[in-house]
Structure formats: C-alpha cells, structure tokens
C-alpha cells in the first residue's frame, strides 16, 4: 500500500527530476515509513533549480517520490496561487492510498475537507501549533490575529477527524487538540538520529571562565523562535558586564534586519550569522563549541534543536511553550518575548558552573529518550493502525 504524506515544507528539483532538501527531511527520514508501507508518496513544495549545492542531500529515491505542489512562500503568494495548490495537493491522493497529515499545514488544509467528504481514513502527526506561531511578536502580518482565531479551529477539526493521531509532544499538544475518544493516539518526535550522535559524557564545570559561548538554532524566515528577543537578552547581559558570544545558525528573509538589530545595539561584534548549516556534523561541531543553548521561542511542538543539542551535553535555556517544558525543568525556562526574564536567566546560568555542568548531565540523560530505538516502535504501530484503518474502510466500501 501507498502511503500520502503532506509536508509543510520546501524541497528542490533540479532537471534531472532528482529532489533535493537543503536541510531536513532526506532520503533516510522517509525510509522510516516504508518499514509499514510499500511507498511514499510526499506532497510538499517544489522548488525547480538548476542545480544543487554540494551539501543539498538526497529526498527522493527507491520507493519514496513526491508530488509537487507549486512553490509558494507565505500567506500573499499563497492566495496568488491557492487555486493551483489546492488542485494539485487533491490530485496526490489517490482512493487506494492511506493518508498522513503533518500538521499544522495549508497543503493537508487542501487534501481534509475531501477525506472528511469521502469517508477517507487519515492519520495525523502533529508537529505545531497555530496558536501559539501567531502569536504577538512571533509573526509580521496583518491578519495574524485572525490566522492565530482560524487556523487552531481547522487543526482541531482535523485532530477529532482523524482516525489515528500522533503528536511530537507527549501532553502539550494533545490538551489543545485533542484527538477523537476512539482515535488510537501515541506520541514520538520527528528527530532522527542514532545513539552514535550521543556524547558519551557531561560536560564538566568551567571553574574561572569569563567569556561565553550561546548558541541558537532556527529558521530566520520568521520570528516564531525569538531570535531578536535573544539579541536583546544578549544586549542586556554585556551592558551589565558579562562577556558574551552569540551565534545564530540558520537563515531567512529576517536575518538582515537581526543583523541591523545587532548593530544598532552595539554588539555586532559579538553575534555571529552561521547562515543556514547541514544537519548532521557542521551543527554538532557548532554546539560542541558553544556552552549555552538558548531557544526563546513564541512556538514549538517539541523543537529537535533542543533535542539535539541536549544529546551533545549542552546546558539549554528555553520559553514556556509547546513542548519544551516536556525537555527542562521549570527553573531553565521563561516566557516567551520577556527580555528582561531571559537576560537574568542567562546570567544566572553562566555564573554558575556546578549548575551548568548539571544542567548538562541531565540533559545527556534526558536526549536519551528520544533516540530512534525507543520511538520506533510507538511509531510504527501508528503507521499500522492507519494501514488497517485503510484497508478496512476499502473493504467496506467495495
């Protein structure tokens, strides 16, 4: 059987007709699906290039293509295209397929009024939430408030109409959208690593340090993660005296007006652009580098970053949202948007070395849950449940 998954996602294709991720999602990501069904089929945008970079990898491949929806990039290019992309995405389903909704998502938006017509059985994984990327500071548009109103109704509209649900988080997510009381429901991250990627050991404590490294790892093309909130705890905490770095990996529409924030706050010369990073070894060699992983973020579902960066023993500091009160104690964390609350933090924790060599044995420990060999069973009896499901309704249907 195949397998419809949707992807709030941009993907490559050169003319070769090869498609390529510049980040996450490659080839290997998807080989975990195809350990239940016989192909993937991947609704998600395409983007024609000419060529791809040498560190682009792989997305497509024996048993896993992709159906491409035309390429769009935020809400205005969107509605320029809507007819097209609704078009396209209702194409990729085919009466036989079993169907995977990632959401939240504007392509599954397209593909669930017509399985909710039909009959048709889906599985959803929820990986965000709408209500919290729209909220004040996280997004610049006009009509945040009424995207932050309408596009929570839709995913708990999808949440209760689907057969089978999956959540990144193992509450947060479930008490906002919460599954139908007949739906099976289990939980797993996205993340995808093995226990190779793991540090053997904690980080020790830095006795007589005075300069120090923060890290941030997230897309740039909008503020949902808080990086000028991030900026200006930085700001806060030189002008107070501390001696601090910062490096941002990522990229996106909103990385020159950060620089000009930089800047004009004076501490230009101490934050540093990484631009976008391959996953895997370049990221790794920038958290092994750094001593302090901050993620302010406004959204999250349950941020692979953090993850990531607590499997290489780095003490993280994060906001009160989606799933990262699941990842730290309650003393690691602040609201999010609060400069004020997040510059104290930082300096609390980096004036502390015994706290932050605990802060890095518990997170070694905690990654560890999150390895592939403890979710990939919870996983694949998802996978199951929304086959059976299928064929099922298929056999009744006949």
């Given at each position: 059987m195949k397998v419809v998954v949707t992807l709030e996602y941009r993907f490559d294709r050169t003319p070769d007709g090869k498609v390529w991720t510049q980040t996450t999602f490659p080839y290997h990501f998807w080989m975990r699906y195809l350990e239940v069904f016989e192909h993937v089929l991947i609704v998600a945008r395409v983007l024609e290039v000419t060529s791809a970079l040498p560190d682009w990898k792989r997305a497509d491949g024996e048993g896993v293509s992709f159906a491409a929806i035309p390429h769009y990039i935020g809400p205005w290019q969107y509605l320029l295209k809507a007819r097209?992309?609704?078009?396209?995405?209702?194409?990729?389903?085919?009466?036989n397929d079993a169907i995977i909704l990632r959401l939240s998502s504007q392509i599954a938006n397209s593909i669930e009024p017509l399985l909710r017509q039909t009959g048709h059985p889906y599985g959803v994984e929820v990986v965000a939430d709408p209500y919290d990327v729209f909220a004040p500071g996280s997004v610049k548009h006009p009509l945040s408030p009424f995207f932050r109103w309408w596009f929570p109704r839709q995913l708990r509209r999808q949440c209760v109409g689907a057969s089978a649900a999956a959540y990144v988080t193992e509450r947060a997510l479930q008490t906002r959208y919460p599954p139908a009381s007949t739906a099976f429901s289990t939980h797993y991250s996205s993340i995808e690593w093995?226990?190779?990627?793991?540090?053997?050991?904690?980080?020790?404590?830095?006795?007589?340090?005075?300069?120090?490294t923060l890290i941030f790892v997230g897309m740039l093309a909008q503020l949902y993660k808080a990086p000028n909130v991030l900026i200006a705890a930085v700001t806060t905490c030189v002008r107070e005296g501390l001696d601090l770095?910062?490096?941002?990996?990522?990229?996106?529409?909103?990385?020159?007006?950060?620089?000009?924030?930089?800047?004009?706050?004076?501490?230009?010369?101490?934050?540093?652009?990484?631009?976008?990073?391959?996953?895997?070894?370049?990221?790794?060699?920038?958290?092994?580098?750094?001593?302090?992983?901050?993620?302010?973020?406004?959204?999250?579902?349950?941020p692979r970053a953090m993850i990531e960066a607590m499997a290489r023993a780095l003490p993280c500091i994060g906001s009160t949202v989606g799933g990262i009160p699941e990842l730290l104690l309650h003393e690691e964390m602040v609201p999010p948007g609060d400069v004020t609350a997040l510059a104290s933090k930082i300096r609390e924790v980096v004036t502390n070395p015994e706290r932050m060599a605990r802060m890095s044995a518990r997170n070694l420990e905690k990654a560890k849950e999150y390895t592939e060999e403890v979710i990939q069973e919870r996983r694949n009896a998802f996978y199951r449940y929304v086959r059976e499901q299928t064929e099922l309704w298929l056999r009744e249907t006949k």
């Open positions: 097209q992309i609704q078009l396209a995405a209702r194409n990729s389903v085919g009466a093995e226990t190779s990627a793991l540090v053997g050991e904690p980080r020790l404590p830095r006795h007589n340090a005075h300069q120090f770095k910062l490096i941002l990996v990522g990229d996106g529409k909103h990385r020159s007006e950060l620089e000009a924030q930089a800047k004009a706050l004076g501490i230009g010369d101490r934050v540093c652009f990484r631009g976008q990073l391959t996953a895997g070894d370049a990221v790794c060699t920038e958290l092994d580098n750094a001593d302090l992983f901050v993620l302010p973020s406004y959204q999250e579902g349950l």
